[in-house]
């Protein structure tokens, strides 16, 4: 059964960069027509999606943070990667990797979620 | 900001129908359909049906979803204490390139 876990700090200073990975396990992250996702919830709010990666490096990614996102992917450890520079207390969240089938269908295996909270 | 439109809540009796809706427009749910999940409290979302009504394994037949139009809804039949939740369409947008999601709906079951 295909799990996704999350880790990263959970505390970032303000305009520092916050760096998380999720880790895939019990299937390959280089299964062709699946891609990889970020997505994030505020306290008390809805979701928000940050980008998503195919095993291939191809990026998609949402136009409101592109300019401070970055996705990897290493298909070597079964990994995918989430940097977003600059940060504001705007950004404390619940961070969340997800997959989805092919580009268009909905995200079906979600990881458990990482609370990030940004703060001096 | 949400890219999709649900109503922020809905309350209904329990073993009644009902029926979230979500509004968008020709690049999103009027072309590529829309995906709902529901979220527990505390807990990741999960996936219920998506291109508008496929259901993945083991999602109860009682969640049923279709599209008019870019206008998306998810129809809860039979509700049990265990729907109350809340739930969130989202959909591939075109134009953007992008995930787009709805602000949520509570779904409160009396």
């Known amino acids: 059964q295909l799990q996704l876990q999350e880790s990263g700090p959970g505390l970032v200073k303000p305009s520092e960069t916050l760096s998380l990975t999720c880790t895939v396990s019990?299937?390959?992250?280089?299964?062709?027509?699946?891609?990889w996702g970020w997505i994030r919830q505020p306290p008390g709010k809805g979701l928000e999606w940050i980008g998503s990666?195919?095993?291939?490096?191809?990026?998609y990614y949402n136009p409101s943070l592109k300019s401070r996102v970055t996705i990897s992917v290493d298909t070597s450890k079964n990994q995918f990667s989430l940097k977003l520079s600059s940060v504001t207390a705007a950004d404390t969240a619940v961070y969340y990797c997800?997959?989805?089938?092919?580009?268009?269908?909905?995200?079906?295996?979600w990881g458990q979620g990482t609370t990030v909270t940004v703060s001096s | 900001q949400a890219g999709l439109t649900q109503p922020p809540s809905v309350s209904k009796g329990l073993r009644q129908t009902a029926t979230l809706t979500c509004t968008g427009n020709?690049?999103?749910?009027?072309?590529?359909?829309a995906a709902w999940l529901q979220q527990h409290q505390g807990h990741p979302p999960k996936l219920l049906s998506y291109?508008?009504?496929n259901r993945p394994s083991g999602i109860s037949e009682r969640f049923s979803a279709s599209r008019s139009g870019n206008t998306a809804s998810l129809t809860i039949t039979g509700l049990q204490p265990e729907d109350e939740a809340d739930y969130y369409c989202?959909?591939?947008?075109?134009?953007?390139?992008?995930?787009?999601f709805g602000g949520g709906t509570k779904l409160t079951v009396l």
């Open positions: 997800a997959r989805h089938f092919q580009l268009h269908y909905g995200m079906d295996v």
């Open positions: 019990g299937g390959s992250i280089s299964s062709s027509s699946y891609y």
């Open positions: 990666i195919y095993y291939s490096g191809s990026t």
């Open positions: 020709s690049n999103n749910v009027g072309n590529q359909g």
């Open positions: 291109r508008n009504n």
């Open positions: 989202s959909a591939w947008d075109s134009s953007l390139s992008a995930w787009v």
